[in-house]
C-alpha cells in the first residue's frame, strides 16, 4: 500500500530538496521511499498524494530510470519542506456540553368562563335606562339603544311556547319603544308555538326564529320593514304570513323549507284585476304597495305547498333561487311595472306553471324570466 512522504535528510524547514519516488524499495540520497503501484507512480498519483500532505512543488521532470530496475520509473521534484511553525495545529473538539433534562410543562389551569353579571329586573328598576344598559323581564331581555328604543337582545326561556312582544316598556318613569328583535334572539325554541309582535317593531333580525320547528303562526306588526336572512328558516309547520305593505326587504333563506306554507302575502291583496280572482287559501300574494321592495335569494325556496304568487306592483328584484323547488306552484300573477331583474335558478323544480304578466310588460318579462330553471310547460301571458 502507498505510504505517507517520508522524513527528508534535512530536518531544516523551508529548505528545498530533491525528491525520487521508486516502483519498488528503493532509498534516494535525499528522500525516504514511498511504496506505490505501478498505475498510481505513472498517472502522476505521486504528485497529488505530496500535495495532500502540503508539499509546494516548483518544477517536475518524470522519466523512465532503467539504471536501477527495468520495471521502475522515476519521479523526480524539488520541493520545499515547509515551515512547521506554519502548519496549524490541530484544534481539539469542544466538548458537548450536557443536554438539560427536559423539563415538565406545568399543566395549563382551566381559564374560568367569563360570566355574565345577572340582569336587573324591570320591575325593579327605578331610574331611566342610559344606552346600553339591560333590563329583564317574563324572560326577554331587553337592551336600551338611546331615542327612548329598546331592542330585544334574547330570549332567556328555551321552552317557551307563547311570545308576546309588548309595543313598549316601561323604566324610571320613561316609556321605550320595542322596534328590533336582535340575530337568534329565539333560535332554535323547538316548543315555540306562536309569537305575536309589538306594533313597533320594525326589524326581524338575521335567523331571528330559525329552526323554531314547531312555530304555527307569527302576527307581523303594521310598522314592520325588515325580516332578515333566515328569519323563519326551517320552521316546518308555519301555515302562514302576512306581511304589511310598507315591508321594504324580505332577507335570502327568509322563509326557506317551510313546507307547510299556505299564505303568503306583502300588502294590500287585489281582490279582482282584468276578471282574475285572487285570494285562494294556497296563494302568496303580493299586494299593490308605495314601497320598493326585494325579494332575496331562495326567499320561498323548498315552499312545496305554495300554488300560486301574486307580486306586489312595486318589486323591483326576485333573487336568485327564490322560489326554488315550490314544487306546486301553478300562478305567478305579477302587477309591477318595475321588476328589472329574475335571478339565476329562480324557478328550479317549477314545472307546470302560468307566469300572467300586465300586456305592455309580456316582452320584457317573458326576456326576464327565461332560462330559470323552469320546466317546458311555465309560460308567460297577459292577464
Not at 505501478?38 to 518544477?59: A, N
Not at 317574563?138 to 331615542?147: N, P
Not at 309588548?166 to 315555540?192: F, N
Request: proline share 5%; aromatic share 6%; net charge positive.
Amino acid at each position: 500500500m502507498p505510504g505517507a512522504p517520508g522524513a527528508f535528510s534535512t530536518s531544516e524547514s523551508g529548505v528545498t530538496v530533491k525528491a525520487s519516488y521508486y516502483l519498488g524499495e528503493h532509498v534516494d540520497d535525499n528522500a525516504d521511499m514511498m511504496m506505490m503501484t505501478e498505475k498510481e507512480f505513472t498517472d502522476g498519483t505521486v504528485l497529488k498524494k505530496l500535495s495532500d500532505y502540503g508539499w509546494m512543488y516548483e518544477k517536475r521532470n518524470w522519466s523512465e530510470d532503467a539504471s536501477h530496475y527495468p520495471t521502475s520509473y522515476h519521479a523526480e521534484a524539488d520541493v520545499q519542506i515547509p515551515d512547521s511553525s506554519n502548519i496549524p495545529k490541530e484544534t481539539a473538539v469542544p466538548q458537548q456540553t450536557a443536554v438539560p433534562e427536559k423539563t415538565e410543562v406545568p399543566q395549563q389551569t382551566a381559564v374560568p368562563e367569563k360570566t355574565e353579571a345577572p340582569v336587573e329586573k324591570l320591575e325593579d328598576r327605578d331610574t331611566p335606562l342610559s344606552k346600553g344598559e339591560k333590563v329583564e323581564s317574563d324572560g326577554i331581555i331587553f337592551q336600551a339603544k338611546g331615542s327612548n328604543s329598546v331592542v330585544i337582545e334574547k330570549n332567556t326561556n328555551p321552552e317557551v311556547q307563547t311570545v308576546t312582544i309588548p309595543d313598549t316598556i316601561e323604566a324610571g318613569g320613561v316609556k321605550y319603544k320595542v322596534t328590533m328583535l336582535s340575530s337568534g334572539a329565539y333560535a332554535g325554541c323547538k316548543k315555540l308555538k306562536t309569537v305575536s309582535l309589538g306594533k313597533n317593531v320594525k326589524t326581524i333580525g338575521k335567523g331571528c326564529f330559525k329552526n323554531c320547528t314547531k312555530l304555527k303562526k307569527v302576527s307581523f306588526p303594521s310598522n314592520l320593514k325588515t325580516i332578515s336572512s333566515g328569519a323563519f328558516q326551517n320552521c316546518r309547520k308555519l301555515k302562514s304570513a302576512a306581511l304589511p305593505a310598507g315591508t321594504k326587504a324580505i332577507g335570502e333563506k327568509c322563509f326557506k323549507n317551510c313546507k307547510s306554507m299556505k299564505t303568503f302575502t306583502v300588502g294590500n291583496v287585489k281582490k279582482k284585476k282584468g276578471g282574475l280572482s285572487l285570494g285562494e287559501t294556497e296563494d302568496v300574494m303580493y299586494g299593490a304597495a308605495p314601497v320598493v321592495i326585494s325579494i332575496a335569494a331562495s326567499a320561498l325556496e323548498n315552499c312545496s305547498s305554495l300554488k300560486q304568487i301574486i307580486i306586489n306592483s312595486q318589486v323591483e328584484k326576485i333573487g336568485n333561487a327564490a322560489f326554488r323547488d315550490c314544487t306546486s306552484l301553478s300562478k305567478i300573477i305579477i302587477y309591477s311595472l318595475i321588476l328589472k331583474k329574475v335571478g339565476k335558478r329562480a324557478l328550479v323544480g317549477v314545472q307546470n306553471c302560468r307566469i300572467s304578466v300586465p300586456q305592455k310588460k309580456i316582452k320584457p318579462y317573458n326576456v326576464l324570466f327565461k332560462n330559470k330553471g323552469q320546466g317546458k310547460k311555465v309560460v308567460v301571458a297577459k292577464m
